[in-house]
């Protein structure tokens, strides 16, 4: 099996900055594309950022400039820096994860458990 585990979310200042984490463990031979989503409260899931395992990234317009998605191939683990926080960043981070898994190594899709991000004015 795999599990993946945010962790970094918390309370910030708007301005301020946050870092948050996704680590993938379990029975797994690569990961491809990984992905940090987020929950807002009677708001549309919402594609955050993306990152290729060659490292190619991709940005939702509303965080371009002040947010980073990186990764560590080698920990099986991805960072999401967040600069310049505002209050409607707040909502739970998630990320996801295409895993090829190594048993039958076909791609899954895997999904953590959330980390709450909230920003006060």
């Known amino acids: 099996q795999v599990q993946l585990v945010e962790s970094g979310g918390g309370l910030a200042q708007a301005g301020g900055s946050l870092r948050l984490s996704c680590s993938a463990s379990?029975?797994?031979?690569?990961?491809?594309?990984m992905r940090w989503y987020r929950q807002a409260p009677v708001k549309q899931r919402e594609l955050v950022a993306l990152?290729?395992?060659?490292?190619?990234?991709d940005y939702a317009d509303s965080v371009k400039g002040r947010f980073t998605i990186s990764r560590d191939n080698a920990k099986n683990t991805m960072y999401l820096q967040m600069n310049s926080l505002k209050p409607e960043d707040t909502a739970v981070y998630l990320c996801?994860?295409?895993?090829?898994?190594?048993?039958?190594?076909?791609?899954?899709?895997?999904w953590g458990q959330g980390t709450q991000v909230t920003v006060s004015s």
């Open positions: 996801a994860a295409d895993v090829i898994w190594s048993f039958d190594r076909r791609e899954y899709d895997y």
């Open positions: 379990g029975t797994i031979l690569s990961i491809n594309e």
């Open positions: 990152i290729e395992n060659d490292g190619t990234t």
